[in-house]
């Protein structure tokens, strides 16, 4: 049996779980979310805990087992708590600022870069070279921030760039000199 498939995910205080079908809506305080899943999973709601079960033992469904029972998890967890990605710029003259619900990046291009927020998420700009995304949608969450480093992804040799906090960049060695004296 799956062993992630078959824990109980438990409901915190102020979350509020309808199932129709094969349709599990979460309502919570940083919002509400709705994903259909395959109708061969059984979602059910016992003793104010999500339990999902599969109805045989092929290769498939103890695939599916796991992954439904994840990604309801994460619907729970992103209404209650949400989920964060913090990225970091380096460079020199590198910098974000938000203004309004945009972020405006000088990234070295003859023009600003500017992102929008969208689709439930946001942007906290703490520091000059610091940005923090959040939402309730994991998948979401994960998408702008990728979106958001691809403007300008870390080059090897100098490290600048936009780069997940926590992220090691593998540094190359620059071309060495030929006939120096």
Known sequence: MSRIGKKPIAIPAGVEVKIDGNVVEVKGNNGTLKQSFRPEMKIEVENGEIIVS?????????SLHGLTRTLVSNMVTGVSTGFTKELEINGVGYKVVKEGTKLVMNLGYSHQVIVPERDGVT???????????????????GQI???????RPPEPYKGKGIKYVGETIIRKEGKAGKGKK
Do not use: H, S, W
Not at 145 to 151: G, S
């Open 54 to 62: 599969r109805p045989d033992d092929t290769k498939e469904m103890k």
């Open 123 to 141: 942007f906290d700009v703490p520091a000059l070279n610091k940005i923090v995304v959040k939402g309730a949608d994991k998948q979401r969450v």
């Open 145 to 151: 921030a990728a979106e958001i480093r691809e403007k």
